[in-house]
Antibody, heavy 118, light 106 residues
Framework: EVQLVESGGGLIQPGGSLRLSCAAS????????MSWVRQAPGKGLEWVSV???????YYADSVKGRFTISTDNSKNTLYLQMNSLRAEDTAVYYC????????????WGQGTMVIVSS | SYELNQPPTVSVSPGQTASITCSGD??????ASWYQQRPGQSPVLVIY???KRPSGIPERFSGSNSGNTAALTISGTQAMDEADYYC?????????FGGGTKLTVL
């Protein structure tokens, strides 16, 4: 079965760091474009970052310089390292798959909640 | 930065046709996608590359994209279609989502 399972969310103080994981099954992460998308409570979807199958990475302006996206091909897992966390980073974080040149996210994880609060 | 604009709410009666629009500068030159999100659930892709339906999505969902506006049309709307809908496009190697439209089936 093709699926994505996120983990690593939790309560963290402002300024802290957290690493989210997204374990993939049924397909190879490195053969697809993989993104993180977040949703603050009661708000809409906000794209965070993408890693292309070739390894190039891009970020939303709101997280650039603080977040780092990466993959571990041996574990078929996507990561999001989040540093210098702010209250406005509080959200459910989803990982999503975009098959190459598909221009859309066809598989989404169940999401993991990150709460940044003192 | 690129923006996609959606109406916050759309209402439709059961069995009627619902149309949700998404506007952005020269959006017709890009591919538009649409996602359905029910409360407490992850988004689900319902339309990609402007007009294509993923496997398992009912035929009553259709899409179009021309000029500055993309549209999601739901024919014969059912109660189960009540959800939030988001449009999405790529611009300059970044993903942009619309603000979302809450579809109410009255």
């Amino acid at each position: 079965e093709v699926q994505l399972v996120e983990s690593g969310g939790g309560l963290i103080q402002p300024g802290g760091s957290l690493r989210l994981s997204c374990a993939a099954s049924g397909f190879t992460v490195s053969s697809n474009y993989m993104s993180w998308v977040r949703q603050a409570p009661g708000k809409g979807l906000e794209w965070v970052s993408v890693i292309y199958s070739g390894g190039s990475t891009y970020y939303a302006d709101s997280v650039k310089g603080r977040f780092t996206i990466s993959t571990d091909n041996s574990k078929n897992t996507l990561y999001l390292q989040m540093n210098s966390l702010r209250a406005e980073d509080t959200a459910v974080y989803y990982c999503a798959r975009e098959p190459t040149d598909f221009n859309a996210f066809d598989i989404w994880g169940q999401g993991t909640m990150v709460i940044v609060s003192s | 930065s690129y923006e996609l604009n959606q109406p916050p709410t759309v209402s439709v009666s059961p069995g009627q046709t619902a149309s949700i629009t998404c506007s952005g500068d020269k959006l017709g030159d890009k591919y538009a996608s649409w996602y359905q999100q029910r409360p407490g659930q992850s988004p689900v892709l319902v339309i990609y590359q402007d007009t294509k339906r993923p496997s398992g999505i009912p035929e009553r969902f259709s899409g179009s994209n021309s000029g500055n506006t993309a549209a999601l049309t739901i024919s014969g709307t059912q109660a189960m279609d009540e959800a939030d809908y988001y449009c999405q496009a790529w611009d300059s190697r970044k993903v942009v989502f619309g603000g979302g439209t809450k579809l109410t089936v009255l």
